[in-house]
């Protein structure tokens, strides 16, 4: 577990160790955006990140991380808050260029969230930070508004001021057309950090919208958890990496099981990653449930949506997911294009996921829950 | 200084507890789980002959003593779990192990010392459970080997201990509580341990529990009782061990202490989860998959009750690297064990390493080094 500063420094101390993260990712960068998949029906792709005109804009003019330290004809390169470089191929800001990749790809939807990994909301002042969403979100509902069967979606907010958040999740869903809004897994890693930011939460539930909580930094101002930053001889990639995925799984428990949802029925809840450690959390759950005597503790952790963004290409961790938390709940994510859609696609379709359930998370979980969001708001 | 009267309210698994820290104090009325479950529980899968048990809990009588009161009931560690009799029953345990076919058990006493005691307190604490536990194996030779339990308030006297433990009591080694190499800084502080392990081939067993506060790099649950803090300790525990086996198989810490055998209980936590995630993206410390390193360590299947974790810690470690363990003392059968590993997709080879050959392959070997 850690703070949302220790995470910085954790990853900072990282150093070359780092680079090699880097390099990865500028590995991928490279890579084809994407890469032809199987048609077997409309795919909904329910986490892909994209970098608006304006907010790209704002980090060319910063002069700290977050910000764009270079740019060629394939790709930006933007210094996270975290001191990374993460490289974004061209094709996948231009959004025509995207869309005709995403189509190429076999996918019908894609579910459009600015990168919690750029560490926008630990870094910007709650000023910087309004502005910053504004224009997101502006330009993000122009996207979706000019297709509308393309592209869906969601709003960010700053976990810095969550009045205002919450004026924006009223603004965005039903003025700009989005379907939610995406937060950060810190700031809901403690059941503290969730109540500082009831008012967002009330705001969805009252235009049944739908909350994305990605990995990643809140406001420096919320409650969380204690770090202890790696040393470099320390494996701090790893460490990072592990503590992205507990974060998440903090965030799952928070949401899960302390009641703080009861408030909030119309809203649905997605967490990125398949919720980081949370189908391990559900594996536990179901030895110590009957033991403990703690209640359905499995039950309330098949409430919320898992997304299976960035959880590797071995097919070991879908298999694990299914086998704890169920398929109903999951749906297909991506993360895009930080992560090539052939990667994850490949991950859940060579996996030994018996067929219904893949068919579910590919194809049938993601158009279920859009249709059922879009008829509601559309309502 | 912690009294004992303050012990009192840790017992002897107050190692682990602090990662229950919602103590569990109206434990479910389920029989099974009651004093008398051993004899009650349903036994449907025995395991085979040669079976080895690498991760089971005894009550050591006059260990015990020190930290119970008349108000304390028996089977009673302090985290609230009710104890089958067997905890403390040795001839009701071997009762159990012929039902579900187990021939040896290496008992380990907990994480070792709770780490609140003081110095003096836990290495009195110490010396009386090992000599308890002694016993134990001298009149069953056959059927119980034992661990040193240390205390992480006194490296200095743990290796005096561990050293007793191989001269005048008969053990294979020395149980730490995981919470003791979170980080490497962490690790560094107990070194020693595995400098007296090295000389003697020995085996570092690692149990959850957290280490005394004075060892670095351990986390710290804040989380208050209306913030789900048993829900989130039980997900902490296991994160404690990704993080524990993140600094004995992605760092150099083990490098200086080839010949120390090196086990980690529950299956390793979050660890096959976290570094499956982790595979194809990162490198480890050998400059190729962080997988590659892992087969450094042994995990024991302590938390199998479903099978398809077993799988996934075979795809990522291999079966050469699990071994049985059960969690017996606190977990009131064994035989949910036998039947998850039965169950499971491992083939009857694989079952075969985890059950007996790994096992019985790591005894023969530091039995020959010791004599």
């Known amino acids: 577990m850690y703070s949302r500063r220790g995470f910085i420094k954790s990853v900072v101390a990282a150093g070359t160790a780092a680079a090699v993260f880097e390099l ?356 | 200084m912690t009294t004992r009267r303050e012990i009192i309210a840790g017992g002897l698994l107050a190692a682990a507890a602090a990662f229950i820290p919602a103590a569990i104090a109206n434990a479910a009325p389920d029989p099974l789980y009651g004093p008398e479950a051993d004899a009650s529980y349903p036994i449907d899968g025995v395991a085979p002959k040669g079976t080895t048990d690498w991760h089971n809990h005894w009550s050591p009588p006059r260990a015990s003593a020190l930290t119970r009161t008349g108000g304390a009931r028996s089977g009673d560690a302090g985290d609230g779990l009710i104890r089958p009799r067997a905890y403390s029953d040795i001839d009701a345990r071997i009762e159990h192990l012929d039902r579900v076919g187990v021939e040896r058990q290496i008992i380990s006493l907990g994480s070792g010392a709770d780490p609140r005691l003081s110095v003096d307190d836990a290495r009195s604490w110490c010396s009386v459970a090992n000599d308890d536990l002694a016993e134990v194996v001298r009149k069953y030779p056959t059927r119980f080997s034992g661990y040193t339990a240390i205390p992480t308030q006194d490296i200095k006297f743990a290796v005096a201990e561990i050293e007793r433990g191989y001269r005048d009591l008969g053990f294979i080694g020395a149980v730490l509580p995981v919470g003791a190499v979170q980080t490497l800084e962490g690790a560094k502080q107990v070194a020693p341990v595995l400098e007296v392990l090295q000389q003697h081939t020995g085996i570092l067993y690692f149990h959850s529990g957290a280490a005394h506060a004075s060892i670095k790099g351990q986390r710290t649950i804040a989380a208050p009782r209306s913030d789900v803090a048993t829900m989130r300790a039980r997900y902490e525990k296991a994160a404690s061990y990704a993080r524990g086996i993140t600094t004995l198989t992605q760092t150099d810490f083990l490098k200086p202490y080839p010949d120390v055998t090196v086990i980690l209980a529950m299956l390793g936590g979050l660890a096959p989860y976290h570094f499956a995630t982790a595979s194809g993206r990162l490198k480890g410390v050998s400059g190729g998959e962080p997988i590659s390193s892992l087969r450094r360590v042994y995990l024991d299947a302590s938390t199998s009750r479903t099978p398809h974790t077993l799988e996934l810690v075979a795809s990522l470690f291999g079966a050469d690297r699990m071994l049985f363990g059960t969690d017996y003392g606190v977990w009131p059968s064994i035989a949910p064990i036998v039947s998850a590993v039965r169950r499971s997709q491992l083939t009857e080879a694989q079952q075969n390493l985890l059950f007996v050959k790994n096992g019985q392959d790591l005894l023969a070997a530091k039995s020959r080094r010791t004599s």
């Open chain 1, 24 to 379: 990865t990712r500028e590995a991928k960068a490279a890579l084809p955006a994407v890469t032809q998949l199987p048609t077997k029906g409309a795919v909904v792709d329910w986490s892909s990140y994209w970098i608006s005109p304006r907010t790209l804009a704002i980090l060319r003019s910063r002069t700290s991380a977050p910000r764009v330290v270079s740019e060629t004809a394939d790709a930006v390169v933007i210094e996270t808050a975290s001191g990374l470089r993460q490289f974004y191929p061209t094709a996948s800001l231009d959004i025509e260029k995207r869309s005709r990749a995403v189509a190429n790809a076999g996918i019908s939807r894609q579910v459009l969230t600015f990168p919690s990994s750029l560490g926008i909301d630990a870094a910007l002042s709650p000023s910087e930070a309004r502005e910053f969403w504004t224009a997101y979100n502006d330009d993000l509902s122009a996207v979706v508004k000019s297709n509308p069967s393309r592209w869906t979606g969601l709003a960010g907010v700053t976990t810095a001021d969550p009045a205002w958040s919450a004026t924006e999740v009223e603004r965005a869903v039903g003025k700009l057309g989005l379907l939610g809004v995406s937060l950060s897994s810190a700031a809901l890693e403690t059941l503290a950090g969730a109540e500082k930011l009831r008012p967002v939460f009330a705001a969805a539930d009252k235009w049944r919208a739908h909350v994305n909580v990605q990995a990643g930094h809140a406001s420096g101002a919320l409650p969380g958890y204690t770090a202890v930053a790696p040393r470099e001889d320390d494996a701090p990639e790893l460490r990072s990496l592990f503590d992205a995925g507990e974060s998440l799984a903090l965030a799952a428990i928070t949401l899960a099981h302390t009641g703080f949802l009861d408030s909030f029925p119309a809203v649905t809840i997605q967490l990125s990653q398949l919720g980081g450690g949370t189908p391990l959390l559900a594996s536990l759950l179901a030895l110590y449930d009957s033991r403990d005597n703690l209640g359905d503790g499995l039950g309330q952790l098949r409430k919320l949506y898992y997304d299976t963004a960035e959880v590797g290409g071995s097919g070991h961790i879908p298999e694990f997911a299914v086998a704890t938390l169920g398929s109903e709940r999951l749906l297909f994510g991506s993360g895009y294009p930080e992560t090539p859609i052939r990667e994850v696609w490949d991950g859940v379709g060579k996996s030994s996921i018996p067929e219904p359930d893949k068919r579910g998370i590919l194809f049938a979980n993601g158009v279920t829950l859009i249709a059922s969001k879009t008829a509601t708001l559309a309502g």
